[in-house]
Each structure stands twice: as structure tokens, then as C-alpha cells.
């Protein structure tokens, strides 16, 4: 009775505490202030993220809907009659999975070439103290600044009638042309002037300039070689960084139009049949081709675009963790 | 005489210190880029510039004519053609328009990204999607798509009704909102249509800041975090330590992303000068086509070296090597 009695005011008192406490800790304006920026940073955040996956889902639903649905007003975001007809129409207009294939084989290529490649001059660049250094990264600058459309004609012109010094024409008699075949891209990958290489390799130089140059020289006195060193320490600890190249270069190369349209113009390529779209295609049962502006021939673009990006988003979830922590080591500060 | 230069330069290298030897190394690294360069691009550049000034046809046996024809390309494209002189110009105010749009957006962003916040990493994934998914042909399919424009337009998500050949309504609301804007605000008309414009091209900001966030986020993490901590214990407030420490620790990237924005914006896919160029080749006038290039490199050039130089006037650098 008395321990209950005295014990009363003691939890009254103790709650009395808490209570202060929690006061103390929840009714600061700081706290309040605290509060109120995180619950807006969120808002931002999230609209903002919503902003960016909002087209995707448009695509998703839209991809789903049957003609009728396209022309039922009530229909929004949720098609009511969901369909496979877009998709099987899109897979067997564009021969889908034959461009899907040629795409993989060339922005795979690529990609892999260019990350070598943009690796190996951006070490040159970052880690040697030859003559000339700066006369090279000023023209690595050069070409990122120089837009490819500027020597597009001479490009064009240089790989339809391709030949080196003359000593291909005095070999065979003519110039090759490497027009619709990978030859192209590929050399473009190995000299570094593919689709953006400079950005790359200014990367992988601010990256190696961020290693320590300790690392290398103890692998020196320990006796292993330049190229030894490069490929046994420097490689497997940029791997992250390499991926990341890897990712931009294969991603860009992949939705690329620009190079596409202008070497393969005979391969069936995904870009290009994107780029094509669906304008006078028939349909089964009707009379006349499917004109520009029409809603189908926009849900049929769409389904289309929506299977281009498709293997990038499965390559980007498998990957952004290297994304992220690739950016993050690099420091690409002036 | 060439065993004895031999000679000399075997003596020259036995001369050199092993670092300096292993520095000669570097151009074994950097030799793909010079190589290529060498025989492949110095080649192409100087055809592209002959090109400018000459009359270029494809010939059907192979091979191409071209017949010298002095100033008449830059003549036909900046005096004759009555469509060129325009695109530029409004290739120019787009870039003008949307640079610092783009760049104020994603530093703001990447500041909030850089923050300790719960789910993080997943804003981090989400904020570098369009780095992957909105560039080249995804860009331009959208552009001219009808049903991604009625999406895209904000009314329709407002009013939830269904349209598909609108745009209309997107005028409509956006008159509203400028003529409510002058009403209530005063604000001067340059400011209303900047404005009005922003949020327009949300989505075009949204998607074209990619990279531009992953540049700013890479520099943040660089900034020594002792540095904060020292001027918190200063009693400086976040809006203080943003304006007294991050800004010019960050300048020097504002100037690499207004020039990665320049050149994105000038060759963007959005662009009808590029469109223009393109259209130019395919219908076989690569002379004129190669002029247009020129000029347009030209003017793109101008504008890089006098942005950059300004800007470059007020960017900060920590150590200056």
C-alpha cells in the first residue's frame, strides 16, 4: 500500500520527466526546422523522381491498350481491353529480334574497345611525364568539344572509300568500302574517336590522378614491368570505374542515331528501325497505311522504344551499383 | 650518316634517368589516340574544310568529284537559303535559354543527393536513369510523339482528360498561368515567359541534367567533409556553409558542366540545325552541307570561348597547380 502510494508519484514524476525530455527534444525549433526540410526535401525528391520515371510508365501503360482503347476517352492510364497486339505487331514489323541481336553485337563491341582503349590513354595522360603530353590532351578536349556532325560529310566520305595512304588502292586496285559492316565502329573504338571517347578518357585521367602513385611504385621495386603493373594492379582496382565507361559507352551506342544511320544503313539495327517508325504500315483488314499523328502509329512508336530501352534497364539495375561508386571515386574535379 | 645519328640518339637515351625512360613509355599508352589521330582524323578534318569551299559529287564508279568553287557554299547558306539564318539564331536562344536552367537544377539536385537522408541510394539510381535511357534515339522518338506530348502537357494530368491531338490545352493553361502571373506579381514579361518556359521544359531540364548531376555529385564527395565540420563549430549556418564553402569548391565544375551543357545543347537531338545538316548530307550536297557544318562549329565555337572566359573569371581554385 505504501510502496504503491509512494511509487505513484515517483512514475508521475519520472513520466513528468520523460515527458520534459521529449519536449525538450521535439519542440526545438530546431528540430521543427529539421523536420520541415527533410519532410520537403522528400516532396521534391520524390516528385522530381516521378518526373523522370512518369514517361516509362506512360510508355508501360500505353504499350497495353487496344485501338479501341486509344479512342475511348474514359481510358486513362489503365487499359481495359490489355492487349499483346502492340508488342507482336512491333516484333514482327521491325524483325525485332534480328536488330536486336546486330545492336548487342555492335554496342557490346564497342563499348568493350572503348573502355580499353579510354582507359589506356587516360592512364598515358594521368601517370607520364613525356614531351607533347599537354599538345595530346589538348586535342583529347579538342574532340570533345569539336561536334562529330562537323566532320560528318569527310567521315562518311573517308569509310565509304576507305583506304590508307594509298597503299590499300595500289594493293587491290580501288578503295574498300566498310559501309554496313562493323569495320567502322570498330576502328573508330580503337583509335578512341568514338561517340563521346574525350569525356572518357578525361575520366579514367582525373581517376588515375586520384590513385595513389605508391601503389605502382612498390610493384616497380618489386621487379614487375610497365605494362606488367598496369595490367596485374591498375586494372583490377579501376574496375568500377571501368564499368561505369563501359555502361555509358554501350547505353549511348546503343540508342545512338547518329553513327547508326550513317554506317548501317543496310543492317538492321534497333535505332534505326526506331528511327523509321511506323508511318504506311498495313495492318491486317485495312485499307490504307498508318499516317503520322495517329494514335496507333504513337503506341506502336512507343512499344517500340519502350523494347529498346528494355535491355538497357536490365543492364542499368544489374550495374549502378559500379555507376554510383565509380562517379564517386573519380573525382573528376578540375 | 644514319648509323652515326643512330648512334647519337642510342646515346641520348642511355643520357636519360629511368624515370624519364619510363615517362617516353607514355606514348606507348597514349598511341591508339595519336596514331588514330595521325593517319585517320588530321585527314578528315582538313577534307571537311576543303569540302566548305568545293562542289562535291559522289561518283557512281566509286570515288567522288569535287570541283573548287570558292565562297559560293557560305554564300548559298547564309545569303540565298531563307531558313538557315533562322535556325541558328534559334539554336543559339535555346542554348542561351536552357544552359543556366539546366545547370542551377542539377547542382541544386546534387547537393540533395549528397545529403544522409534514408533511401538515398534509390533517388541516386533513379536521378541517373535519364543518363542511360534519354539520350539519342529515345530523345527524338519522343519529341515527335503525339501521345507522349499529351502525357507530357500538365493540364491533361490535372483534368484527366484523355487527348491525344491537344497541345491546345497546354496553350490554354499556360496563358492562365502568365496572364495570372503579370496580374498578381507585376513581374516584368521577360521574366513571366522565362519562367512560364522553365516550367515547360521540365521535362526536358529533368532529362537532359543527367550527367550534369553525376559531374556535381563526383566534385561534392571530393570536398573534405572536415572542412563543414570546422565551420558548423564556427557557428555557420547549412545556407552560409553552401554559399561560403560549397560554391567555390564546386566553380570550377560549374565551368566543365556549362561547357558540357554548351556542346550537349549545340548537338542535341532536339536541334533543327543538326536535323538540317543531316538532311543536307543525305540529299547528296556535302559542299553545302560541309559549310553549314563549319559555320555553325564557328559560331558554337565563339560561344563556348566566351562563356567559358567569363565564367572562368569568377571560378575558384583551391590549389592552383
Keep these: 500500500m505504501s510502496v504503491a502510494q509512494t511509487g505513484t508519484p515517483m512514475a508521475a514524476k519520472r513520466k513528468g520527466l520523460l515527458s520534459g525530455k521529449l519536449k525538450h527534444k521535439y519542440l526545438k525549433l530546431f528540430f521543427v526546422n529539421r523536420l520541415f526540410w527533410g519532410v520537403m526535401r522528400y516532396l521534391l525528391l520524390i516528385g522530381l523522381a516521378f518526373l523522370i520515371l512518369y514517361p516509362l510508365l506512360v510508355k508501360l501503360s500505353n504499350s497495353f491498350m487496344s485501338p479501341q482503347d486509344l479512342i475511348d476517352g474514359t481510358v486513362r492510364f489503365i487499359p481495359r481491353q490489355a492487349t499483346w497486339f502492340n508488342y507482336e505487331t512491333v516484333i514482327a514489323y521491325t524483325s525485332f529480334f534480328e536488330g536486336l541481336a546486330n545492336t548487342f553485337g555492335i554496342a557490346f563491341m564497342s563499348g568493350a574497345l572503348q573502355m580499353l582503349v579510354c582507359t589506356m590513354v587516360g592512364y598515358g595522360l594521368a601517370r607520364f611525364n613525356f614531351r607533347g603530353k599537354g599538345l595530346v590532351f589538348t586535342l583529347v578536349v579538342l574532340t570533345i568539344l569539336i561536334p562529330p556532325q562537323t566532320y560528318m560529310i569527310s567521315l562518311y566520305m573517308k569509310f565509304s572509300f576507305f583506304d590508307i595512304f594509298g597503299l590499300l588502292s595500289a594493293i587491290s586496285g580501288g578503295t574498300v568500302r566498310l559501309m554496313d559492316s562493323m569495320w567502322p565502329m570498330a576502328i573508330l573504338s580503337i583509335i578512341g574517336f568514338g561517340f563521346k571517347n574525350g569525356l572518357y578518357i578525361l575520366i579514367m585521367r582525373q581517376y588515375f590522378k586520384g590513385i595513389p602513385k605508391e601503389l605502382e611504385e612498390a610493384a616497380y621495386v618489386d621487379g614487375s614491368g610497365l605494362f606488367r603493373t598496369f595490367a596485374r594492379i591498375i586494372l583490377p582496382i579501376s574496375i568500377s570505374m571501368m564499368i561505369t565507361i563501359f555502361i555509358f559507352s554501350f547505353s549511348w551506342q546503343w540508342t545512338d542515331s547518329f553513327y547508326s544511320s550513317m554506317f548501317f544503313s543496310q543492317i538492321k539495327l534497333l535505332s534505326n528501325s526506331l528511327l523509321t517508325g511506323f508511318e504506311g504500315l498495313m495492318l491486317e483488314g485495312a485499307t490504307v497505311g498508318l499516317k503520322n499523328g495517329q494514335p496507333l502509329t504513337a503506341t506502336l512508336t512507343n512499344t517500340m522504344s519502350l523494347l529498346v530501352i528494355l535491355p538497357l534497364i536490365v543492364l542499368y539495375l544489374f550495374a549502378q551499383k559500379y555507376l554510383v561508386e565509380g562517379i564517386e571515386h573519380s573525382g573528376v574535379v578540375g | ?321
Design chain 2, 1 to 321: 650518316m644514319s648509323k652515326w645519328s643512330a648512334a647519337l640518339g642510342r646515346k641520348k637515351l642511355m643520357n636519360l634517368t629511368v624515370t624519364q625512360k619510363r615517362d617516353l613509355m607514355g606514348w606507348v599508352f597514349v598511341s591508339p589516340f595519336v596514331l588514330g589521330f595521325l593517319l585517320l582524323f588530321l585527314g578528315i578534318f582538313i577534307d571537311s574544310f576543303r569540302f566548305s569551299f568545293m562542289e562535291v559529287n559522289v561518283l557512281q564508279q566509286g570515288g567522288y568529284s569535287a570541283k573548287f568553287i570558292g565562297m559560293d557554299n557560305f554564300h548559298q547558306i547564309l545569303r540565298v537559303d531563307p531558313y538557315f539564318n533562322r535556325q541558328l539564331y534559334n539554336a543559339v536562344q535555346n542554348m542561351l535559354f536552357d544552359i543556366p536552367i539546366i545547370v542551377m537544377y542539377s547542382l541544386f539536385i546534387a547537393v540533395l543527393l549528397n545529403q544522409k537522408m534514408k533511401g538515398r541510394a534509390v533517388f541516386r539510381a533513379i536521378f541517373f536513369v535519364p543518363v542511360i535511357l534519354a539520350t539519342g534515339i529515345i530523345d527524338k522518338a519522343d519529341l515527335s510523339n503525339s501521345i507522349m506530348n499529351a502525357y507530357q502537357s500538365i493540364p491533361g494530368l490535372d483534368t484527366g482528360i484523355a487527348v491525344v491531338n491537344e497541345s491546345a490545352g497546354g496553350m490554354f493553361s499556360n496563358l492562365q498561368l502568365k496572364r495570372y502571373m503579370f496580374q498578381m506579381f507585376d513581374f516584368s514579361p521577360a521574366l513571366v515567359n522565362v519562367t512560364v518556359g522553365a516550367a515547360e521544359n521540365i521535362y526536358d531540364v529533368v532529362n537532359h541534367s543527367g550527367v550534369q548531376i553525376l559531374i556535381f555529385l563526383a566534385g561534392l564527395q571530393a570536398i573534405s567533409s572536415s572542412i563543414y565540420e570546422s565551420a558548423k563549430i564556427e557557428g555557420c549556418s547549412g545556407w552560409e556553409s553552401f554559399w561560403k564553402i560549397t560554391f567555390p569548391l564546386i566553380s570550377p565544375l560549374i565551368l566543365v558542366n556549362i561547357i558540357y551543357s554548351i556542346i550537349d545543347s549545340f548537338t542535341g537531338s532536339k536541334n533543327q540545325v543538326m536535323d538540317r545538316i543531316t538532311a543536307a548530307m543525305k540529299l547528296g550536297q556535302y559542299g553545302a552541307a560541309s559549310a553549314m557544318a563549319w559555320v555553325y562549329f564557328l559560331i558554337a565555337a565563339v560561344f563556348l570561348i566566351v562563356i567559358g572566359l567569363f565564367v572562368s573569371r569568377f571560378v575558384f581554385y583551391q590549389n592552383k597547380e
